[in-house]
């Protein structure tokens, strides 16, 4: 079943034309991979699916992305609860600088949740989730900051699944990491995948490969090719999707 699906969307920075024509449906509780070189527009496509480019000024955005069959560019949706659903990481780790307990009671507090027993049991099985529980059980009121970095991006993502959203879109999530916490966050996201739907960019190809159901390879804000991602690394139909995967160029 498809979770998104997007239609001839085209993105524009001013005059410049960041994305064009692009189609694609995301299947629910899979991994959705976008890769392609430096400016192809991954990044930028990627945060038009919760509409975080709103926030930067001069862009303008034609076509229609649907997330469980609602067009989220009406103007009647509340982006608010828009962005709750669908979650978001980011590259660098960006813990508030509260304790592990506030960064994930933040969410659910703001909204509304206030009952302790309940925020107890939301911190818990988010942290549990984003497979972090066991290493900070009893450290919950110290600062986030005091996390390694790979503790910090899980932290994120306990944040980001203590509101209870559908779909989590990250950005590039391991790339500032170490590879034991790397290895650590993609089985992860394998175990997530059961639940939630992700959609992740990776300058690594080779994560792409290990992890994702689907891969989608952008470039010059084109979508060029999407498919299994067996079919995308072993036997592409685009000449410059071949020519990408096997490293002449990007
Ligand atoms: N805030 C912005 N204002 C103007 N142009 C932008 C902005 N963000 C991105 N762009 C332009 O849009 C195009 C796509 O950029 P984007 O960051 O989406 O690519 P990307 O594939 O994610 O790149 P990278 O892999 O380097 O992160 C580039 O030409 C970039 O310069």
Not at 7 to 22: C, K, P, T, V
Not at 83 to 98: A, D, H, S, T, Y
Not at 229 to 246: G, L
Request: aromatic content about 8%; charged content about 25%.
């Amino acid at each position: 079943m498809s979770i998104i699906e997007v239609r001839d969307l085209n993105l524009f920075y001013g005059e410049h034309q960041a994305l064009h024509h692009i189609h694609m449906d995301i299947d629910a509780n899979s991994i959705t991979a976008f890769i392609g070189p430096s400016g192809c527009g991954k990044s930028t496509f990627l945060r038009t699916l919760n509409r975080m480019n709103d926030m930067i000024q001069g862009v303008r955005i034609e076509g229609s992305v649907k997330v469980v069959g609602e067009d989220i560019y009406q103007t009647k949706v509340d982006v608010e609860i828009l962005r709750k659903n669908i979650g978001m990481v980011f590259q660098q780790p960006n813990p508030f600088p509260k304790s592990i307990y506030e960064n994930i009671t933040f969410g659910p507090k703001l909204h509304g949740i206030t009952d302790r027993q309940k925020l107890d049991e939301i911190v818990e099985s988010s942290l549990k989730a984003a497979a972090l529980w066991e290493e900070v059980k009893d450290v919950l009121k110290k600062p986030a900051y005091g996390l390694s970095g790979g503790q910090q991006q899980r932290l994120c993502i306990a944040r980001a699944l203590a509101v209870n959203p559908q779909i989590l879109l990250m950005d590039e999530p391991t790339s500032a990491l170490d590879p034991i916490s790397t290895a650590k966050i993609e089985e992860l996201l394998a175990e997530l995948k059961e639940t939630y739907t992700i959609v992740i960019v990776t300058h690594n190809m080779q994560q792409a490969a290990r992890i994702s159901d689907k891969t989608a390879f952008f470039l010059n804000g084109e979508l060029v090719e999407f498919d299994s991602t067996p079919v995308i690394f072993q036997n592409p139909c685009d000449k410059r999707t071949e020519d990408y995967i096997t490293g002449r160029f990007g």
